[in-house]
């Protein structure tokens, strides 16, 4: 089934729906990632995601000035995410156009996970709520509140 008629035939981009994202493409290296939808309505686009990363040993975020505005998901809080931490850092959300998405979801890079757990979600936006490092409209607009 196409990426189109999912969008019109299926709930498929809900707010905090999890993404696997196979060979994602970053400058110097392409990972498999997992990544978190931020969107207000269904199916909206452009769609605000963010990437997590199980990274968690890696140099930059045994500082603690680097932990700010990030949510810390241990191992067996989500179906998703397995590894011993799995970081949900506010400072990895970009913003994704449909037809990047749609040629991902197309070519079988991008596979529909399923809803975030709700627990998760309350402390996602927990932490952009009290952010200290997101813009305010930028709050705003991550958890709805400019419509």
């Known amino acids: 089934m196409s990426f189109t008629a999912l969008l019109e035939n299926n709930l498929l981009v809900d707010r905090c729906t999890v993404f696997k994202w196979f060979n994602y493409e970053f400058k110097h290296d392409k990972k498999d990632k997992f990544c978190i939808t931020l969107n207000c309505k269904l199916n ?39 590894v011993e931490k799995t970081i949900i ?4 959300i970009f913003i994704m156009e449909e037809d990047k998405m749609m040629e991902a979801f197309e070519d079988e890079f991008l596979v529909l996970c399923g809803k975030l757990e709700e627990h998760l979600v309350t402390r996602l936006e927990k ?9 305010p409209y930028k709050i705003k607009k991550l958890l709805c509140k400019d419509r």
């Open 44 to 82: 909206e686009f452009p769609i605000n995601l963010i990437l997590t990363t199980s990274r968690y040993d890696k140099h930059y975020y045994k500082q603690e000035k680097n932990m700010i505005d990030c949510v810390v998901i241990e191992k067996g809080e989500s179906k998703y995410f397995n």
């Open 89 to 92: 850092d506010l400072k990895n």
């Open 127 to 135: 932490a952009i709520e009290n952010s200290e490092l997101l813009e």
